[in-house]
């Protein structure tokens, strides 16, 4: 698609902010209106737009994606965000250790057990933890707890919130996610813990270290829209 716009502008609407090319508000890509909770994710958007050059790059409107699928898959109901969610709950990588005598378990209780423990704290939950990979389910009253946790959030919480849960395939660092004073790079490093064991014994390898960048980038991404939905006061 050519460029065929010159201004880039952020609305104020009675429900929100909406970006606004020459005049004319965006929709989404599932054509509803593309409004947002926060200024300053609008602006974000907004900034998106006006990079473009030429020839508009979809691949280069990440922030338009996310929201897009917030309005038109989560908030309609088309997506059963939630479930998906719990489904890392069930699994979470954090509640998944190697055998006590084993090397890596001392450092995946050192970076992984204050997450768990902070997460049960803060919900009034108690997860298991399993030495090995056989699945054994997490109690069902901690599951419940978590949905009902989980269906206070709004979609511009919840879509995020999938990615970055999905990225690092623990529920327990999307939700460490949500708190105020989350820091980004501790938290993807605790979701790498194992493979970054690995390279430090055999070594990294090119294409693996390809994949972690944009997946690095991806999960960046995620909390940059989380923290500029929180924004809602600019």
Not at 106 to 114: C, K, M, S
């Amino acid at each position: 698609m050519k460029r065929f716009w010159k201004d880039v502008r952020v609305e104020q609407l009675a429900d929100g902010w909406q970006v606004a090319l020459d005049g004319r508000p965006l929709k989404t890509q599932g054509k509803r209106e593309q409004i947002v909770p926060s200024e300053a994710l609008a602006q974000a958007l907004a900034a998106e737009w006006d990079r473009q050059g030429d020839t508009v790059d979809p691949a280069s409107l990440p922030g338009r994606d996310m929201a897009d699928f917030a309005i038109d898959r989560i908030a309609t109901g088309e997506e059963d965000v939630i479930s998906k969610l719990l489904a890392f709950g069930e699994t979470d990588t954090l509640c998944y250790r190697a055998e006590p005598g084993e090397a890596v378990f001392r450092r995946q209780e050192e970076v992984w057990e204050p997450l768990v423990r902070a997460t049960e704290q803060r919900e009034g939950i108690r997860l298991e933890r399993i030495s090995g990979i056989i699945h054994r389910p997490q109690p069902d009253a901690s599951i419940a707890a978590l949905r009902k946790r989980l269906a206070e959030q709004d979609a511009f919480i919840l879509a995020p919130l999938l990615t970055l849960s999905s990225l690092s395939a623990s529920l327990c660092i999307g939700l460490a996610a949500l708190q105020p004073s989350a820091d980004t790079k501790a938290l993807w490093d605790a979701a790498n813990l194992e493979e970054d064991w690995q390279a430090e014994l055999w070594g990294e390898d090119a294409e693996a270290a390809e994949v972690r960048a944009r997946r690095t980038a991806d999960f960046e991404r995620a909390m940059e829209f989380l923290d500029l939905v929180r924004n809602r006061v600019s």
